[in-house]
């Protein structure tokens, strides 16, 4: 029970905003001017001393944007985004690419300590504390600096920045960028290709099971800046590794832009196991401000017997639009997808997910926890499809909503393709609300209502709670009280 | 211990008044059953006390040990030794019946400034309680109440009782939906609960529970009072002729 106590506890100690990554930093940039035209496109390439392929990929997806409408099906509302009145670029002028730590500006290191992400190896390697996490931390539109990045190379991992891969491993990023999320996939994901800043670069050499967790914090600090990032992870024949997303944003009455793009590829027997917890800046009680979270993450289980798990846990952002999806490809191939959505205040959430069963004997399995709280808005959309060539696939959706309060919503919308008749689809769907019955009896044994709230709520999320790395599970557990403070009562 | 003058109560929705000046005096150590026929105002008189939302105190007050509790707030209520084991114990999905009385027992002890239990004496505690009351492992590990038996609920409410360690019990028709066997087990688990600094208010609407549980002073409540009180005997009178005398009394 102590992770409710300390939730509560930590409730009670924010004062009136909740949200305590609202802070901003003040670190001189360097900045692209405004505005998104061929020559932004070239100025972002050019920063970062791409080769000449990859300024071509950019523009190819720059001018394919240009033809691209912004997609309007999505259960959310905000009014048009004027994209020429953006930054697309922003870095830390005393960055001017990743280092070692000992090199990075002591200014940037007390951010992201301030963030509770440490980034340090020295006390960990000797054992004198914490669990063992490699950082990639990317602060608005570069990766600042790399954690055990030689500690992972003894066993052959490459964990890099991306734009730092594309300098030093282009065979491997020319082979993989792209082939899961195309440049034509979606508005979004076409802008991303264009204009994308960093992100993180992962390879996981044949039969290598990755040692240690490993994470990317992104950080946005810059005023009326978009953050592009993207994220390649290649598990090759029978490799494993568990990698963990964060986010956080200064707390602004603007509205900012996030369109990330994450591509996942496991060949072989591999497995690739990715969590995120994203707790972008909301908004505020009003419905001001907050992320326009726009993100499109795919995995490929292209090798048979592979297996892709996304656990994600959305708390933030004003409003989200994401379906991690997963192609299954080999046979005998697993998609999992465990989400928890909470949502309160303003926000606007319309997030779920797709399984695409195109190998024989394929599963998936689909586990959506939605909670809404204040005025907010929560939809699980989700897609299973399946071929007909995919004899023998099975899925399995489960989708259960939680209102707490009488103004907010949960909507399921659901779409099922079977093309084979043999293939097995099951969906559940639930929509409950908190009794008032269930809060008075938690009550009425002494637990005071928000650690009441709390509790019933950490039920409701178990399911999911348990797929996430320990540490993360009771951080994420915290997160969701601090999100519903003040939703009852 | 409990102290309750010319208690008036309504519903908060409709301005209906329920409980229509009721007194109550219940000495520690002491057992009283209140009887009555249905809609006499059994469960409301429970549920203000225990401070559940949805009615609204006119007049009156309610004392324990002398301290006003209808001011309180329902949780601090609790932590104040007060205990409703209810009629119908809901469900809590996903949240593990140890963990759940766990973080009950803690939250009462902050409450009254006392440090929290340590696991291996809360494990200890809840060993010896459960196996007194047949409460298997797999239900202590099993969410709140969720798949029990309506026997299993019931003997988890007492179980809850005796690891709270109240002042004062008030039962809301514990006997509904138990077989005979079920009461035996609940009612001994009462009995064993029974100490000469704490108090038991039994409701029911049937004698049957008094046979196992023996009160030391029976009250018939009927519109909203307390019509008629006396010993042991007169719940046996009452099942042999029934509420319909009372009815008129009170009216």
Redesign the interface.
Known sequence: MAAVKETVDQVRAIDVDQYKYGFESAIESDMAPKGLSEDIVRFISAKKNEPEWMLEWRLDAYRRWLTMEEPTWARVHYPPIDFQDLYYYAAPKSTAGPKSLDEVDPELIRVYEKLGIPLKEQAVLAGVEGARIAVDAVFDSVSVVTTFREELAKVGIIFCSISEAMREYPDLVKKYLGTVVPTSDNYYATLNSAVFSDGSFVWIPEGVRCPMELSTYFRINEKKTGQFERTLIIAEKGSYVSYLEGCTAPQRDENQLHAAVVELVAMEDAEIKYSTVQNWYPGDKDGRGGIYNFVTKRGDCRGDRSKISWTQVETGSAITWKYPSCILRGDGSQGEFYSIAVSNGHQQVDSGTKMIHLGKNTASRIISKGISAGKSQNTYRGQVKINRKADGARSFTNCDSLLIGHDCGAHTVPYIESGNPKAKVEHEATTSKISDDQLFYCISRGLPTEEAVALIVNGFVREVLQQLPMEFAVEAQKLIGVSLEGSVG | MLEIKNLHAEIEADGREILRGLDLTVKAGEVHAIMGPNGAGKSTLSHVL?????YRVTQGTATLDGVDILEM???L???NGLF?A?QY???????GNM??L???????RK?RGEGEMSTPDFMRLVRTEAGKLKITQDMLKR?VNVGFSGGEKKRNEIL?MAI?QPKLCILDETDSGLDIDALKVVSEGVNALRSPDRAFVVITHYQRLLDHIRPDVVHVLSKGRIVKTGGPDLALELEAKGYADFADEAA
């Open positions: 225990a401070g559940k939302p949805g707030d329902p949780a209520r609790a932590a409703l209810f114990p809901v469900e809590i999905p996903g949240v963990t759940f766990k973080a009950a027992l803690n939250s009462q409450a969410p809850q709270l």
